[in-house]
C-alpha cells in the first residue's frame, strides 16, 4: 500500500513519534491513522475475535478498525487523533479476555452458537 501525502513538503512541520518503540516522522496536525499508513505500519489492532490483524477501513472513526494506544490510553481512534510532538503509540496487540456467564439470559431470536452454556 502506498499513500501520497496531501500537505506541501515544506508547508507542515514534522516531528518524531514512537510507534511501537521505532521513531518515525510525521506532520504535525495530520491524523495519527494516515501517518502511521505513510510509514507503512502492517497493522492498528488485533481483532479479539478472530486474531487477525486490523487496519484503518473508513477512517472517519465509524468502523473502529484503527483503535491504538496513545501514551498509554487505550482505544483511541488513530483517525479522530492529531499528531502532536513526542506521541507515544502502540498497536492494541493484545486481545482481550471475554468473560461469558452461563447464567446470562438468552435473547429471543439470538442463534444458539453466540451463547456459550458451560
Not at 42 to 50: A, E, G, L, Q, T
Not at 57 to 82: H, P, S
Not at 99 to 109: E, I, K, N, R
Request: proline share 6%; aromatic share 8%.
Amino acid at each position: 500500500m502506498n499513500f501520497r501525502p496531501i500537505f506541501e513538503e515544506e508547508a507542515a512541520k514534522r516531528t518524531i513519534i514512537q510507534v511501537n518503540g521505532v521513531p518515525v516522522t510525521a506532520r504535525v496536525g495530520q491524523t495519527l491513522a494516515l501517518a502511521l499508513l505513510e510509514n507503512r505500519l502492517d497493522h492498528f489492532i488485533v481483532n479479539p475475535i478472530s486474531g487477525k490483524r486490523r487496519l484503518p477501513y473508513c477512517m472517519m472513526g465509524a468502523c473502529f478498525e484503527c483503535r491504538i494506544i496513545v501514551n498509554g490510553v487505550a482505544d483511541v481512534l488513530a483517525c479522530r487523533a492529531e499528531v502532536r510532538d513526542g506521541m507515544v503509540i502502540e498497536t492494541q496487540d493484545n486481545c482481550r479476555e471475554m468473560t461469558w456467564s452461563s447464567s446470562a439470559p438468552v435473547l429471543p431470536g439470538w442463534p444458539a452458537r453466540y451463547w456459550r452454556t458451560n
